[in-house]
Structures are given as structure tokens and as C-alpha cells.
């Protein structure tokens, strides 16, 4: 019962951290912070009353994948490499993450004040890439196994419950 408890408290704190990333994602496009807030309000009424009560990766895959939004967005040039960590991070916790880093090439490559496309798109990339090959090195190191992986993939729903992908968790964050 603890268990359930502090999870459901990080799922909600993570959604609602998601909520404030799009708050600030928002902020970045207009100065109008009550229409910032009633998107970040409106994600967060769609959660809650669609699926806010199951434990779906797809919470930890929007709260990569918003950073990297925002990341993004910041325009700093040494900061696209954590960008691409963070799609990266996104795409770890469910293949069809990988869509936050194309989302991000998209906004380097739609900036129209960015005289640097090609490179800012590559550092991206070598973000992403870097975290590619240390996920498979993390892989290779026996300590976390493909089918740990797997759990945290969001593969085999309903089929090894809950508990299983706690130990996936935990397994890859004490590696």
C-alpha cells in the first residue's frame, strides 16, 4: 500500500510538472499567461479525466519529451545537446517518443532567426546519439537486461503487472 501510494505521488507530481513545462512552452510563443495557463490547465484536465489514474509510461515520455521542447525552444546553442538527451530519455521510456526529436529539428528548422540550422540539427542529433550508445553500453553491462528494458517499454501490459515494472525501475536507475 506504501508502494502504491508514493508511486501515484511521483505520477502526479510528474503530471503536474508536465503541466508547468507547458505552461512555460507557451509562454514562449505569446505574452498572454492566462492563455499559457489554460493550455497547461487543459492537459491536465485530459489526463486526470481520461487515464490520470493508471500508471502509463506515457506520462514520463510527454515530461522527456516537453523538456526537450523547452529545451529547445530556449535558443541557446549550447543547450541542444541536453535536448537531444532528453528526446532521447523520451524515446527510452517508449519507441514512439523518438517523435519529441523530430518535433525538435522542426523548431530549429523553422526558427527563422537561426542562421545555423544544419549544425544546431546536429547537435541535436549528437545529443541523442551520445545517450544512444551509453543506453547500449547499460545494456551490454549485464546489470540491466533487455527484458528489464522491455518492462520499462511499456511492452506486455496487464501481463507481469505493476510490481514487475517497479523492478524494471529500480533496476535501471541503481545500475
Not at 507557451?26 to 498572454?32: A, I, M, R, S
Not at 528526446?87 to 545555423?116: C, P, T
Request: aromatic content about 18%; proline content about 0%; some cysteine.
Amino acid at each position: 500500500m506504501v508502494i502504491y501510494i508514493l508511486v501515484s505521488l511521483v505520477l502526479y507530481l510528474v503530471q503536474f510538472l508536465n503541466g508547468f513545462i507547458i505552461y512555460k512552452i507557451c509562454q514562449q510563443f505569446t505574452d498572454k499567461k492566462n492563455l499559457a495557463l489554460l493550455f497547461a490547465a487543459s492537459y491536465l484536465l485530459v489526463c486526470f479525466l481520461l487515464e490520470g489514474r493508471y500508471y502509463l509510461l506515457e506520462t514520463y515520455i510527454n515530461f522527456f519529451g516537453l523538456i526537450s521542447i523547452y529545451v529547445t525552444l530556449l535558443n541557446r546553442k549550447s543547450l541542444y545537446y541536453l535536448s537531444g538527451i532528453f528526446a532521447f530519455m523520451s524515446f527510452w521510456s517508449k519507441q514512439y517518443g523518438i517523435g519529441f526529436l523530430f518535433l525538435d529539428f522542426v523548431l530549429v528548422i523553422a526558427d527563422r532567426n537561426n542562421n545555423d540550422k544544419a549544425r544546431d540539427v546536429l547537435r541535436i542529433l549528437c545529443g541523442f546519439i551520445i545517450s544512444f550508445i551509453a543506453g547500449c553500453f547499460l545494456l551490454l553491462s549485464d546489470e540491466v537486461g533487455v527484458s528489464d528494458l522491455f518492462k520499462l517499454s511499456g511492452s506486455g501490459y496487464g501481463k507481469e503487472g505493476f510490481l514487475a515494472l517497479l523492478k524494471g525501475v529500480v533496476i535501471l536507475l541503481s545500475a
